[in-house]
């Protein structure tokens, strides 16, 4: 079993810098939109939390694997997939790692630790303020690790300080999350000779912590494609500079190999049918646009795991 100083009791909920960890339901939470969700195996949830409770310790691979798999024999390379994983479902890189860090010969660490919450005493309200109602704790919105400022904001002058502060991490952290996705962010590729009709949409999928390229062609979207990931395609279907249905051609020009080819959606003025004759969804609901590109992101991400 791990040998470690003074590892620390988890709750069944906390903080892990962007997000928060709930442990039963093997499920992150972006800080800073309840709805992008990230969904764990339950052995890397596992060694998740093996790592919160001794970090920043280094841990073996040994000790991760007699603690998470209770000394069973496991396939080489297991350990390896549930640290990918992890890294994929934080956001992090490992050539500049902010949760995990892999410690050459020796094992992983987990770079910052846990933040759990602590509730506030009542009769602490009432000796600082003078009155039970004042709140003296604001937990912030997450923000980028670059620009993160304290989590805990304690009432030492009074709870007007502690409010005020709270209200500024707060938008800020909203400005942050919107003009600057956090690192490993789902990156989608809009396809769409008039992008400029598309702002709001953009703006939005953005404010979701995703990040949002455009292009204006097939061949503009092929060339892109050839250079870089993308979890998600948007497209349109008809454009006046390419002929007729120019988007229904997207998934053929595009790629090569369509298995390499991601999710693709059509986002269009009017509906004739909820597919087209690809498969492919379609839809003129901002709402269902919203939906659509959030679980296709997180389930084309989630591939590169296995």
């Known amino acids: 079993m791990i040998q470690a ?49 001794h970090a920043p310790q280094t841990l073996s691979r040994a000790q991760l694997l007699d603690t998470v798999w209770s000394g069973r024999v496991v396939v080489e390379g297991t350990l390896s997939r549930a640290i990918r994983q992890l890294r994929i479902a934080l956001g992090d890189d490992v ?33 600082a303020v003078g009155e039970s109602a004042a709140p003296l704790f604001v937990q912030p919105a997450a923000m980028p690790s670059a620009a993160r400022i304290p989590q805990r904001l304690f009432a030492g002058r009074g709870w007007v300080v502690a409010l005020t502060l709270g209200v500024i991490s707060v938008l800020g952290a909203l400005t942050q999350s919107i003009e600057s996705p956090p690192r490993g962010a789902a990156r989608i590729l809009w396809v769409d000779d008039r992008p400029e009709n598309n702002h709001r949409e953009i703006a939005r999928l953005k404010g979701m912590g995703l990040r949002v390229e455009t292009a204006a062609s097939n061949a503009e979207a092929a060339q892109r494609l050839q250079s870089r990931r993308y979890d998600v395609l948007i497209s349109d279907i008809k454009r006046g500079a390419e002929a007729g249905l120019a988007g229904l051609s997207l998934p053929r020009e595009a790629l090569p190999d369509r298995n390499s080819l991601p999710p693709v959606v059509y986002y269009v003025g009017n509906v004739g049918s909820a597919r087209t004759a690809d498969g492919y969804p379609v839809t003129n609901d901002p709402e269902q646009l919203m939906a659509l590109v959030s679980e296709l992101a997180g389930s084309a991400r989630a591939i590169n795991l296995y």
Do not use: F
């Not at 039963?24 to 972006?30: A, D, F, K, M, V």
């Not at 500049?96 to 860090?101: K, M, S």
């Open 5 to 53: 100083n003074s590892p620390v009791a988890l709750p069944d909920e906390y903080t892990l810098g962007d997000w928060r960890v709930l442990r039963s339901q093997n499920r992150l939470e972006w800080l800073s939109d309840r709805a992008r969700v990230v969904r764990l195996e339950p052995k890397a949830m596992d060694v998740l939390c093996a790592l919160a409770r």
């Open 95 to 127: 050539r500049a790692p902010v949760y995990i860090e892999t410690v050459s010969k020796r094992g992983y660490r987990l770079l910052m630790k846990p933040l759990i919450a602590q509730p506030v005493q009542a009769q602490t309200a009432v000796d």
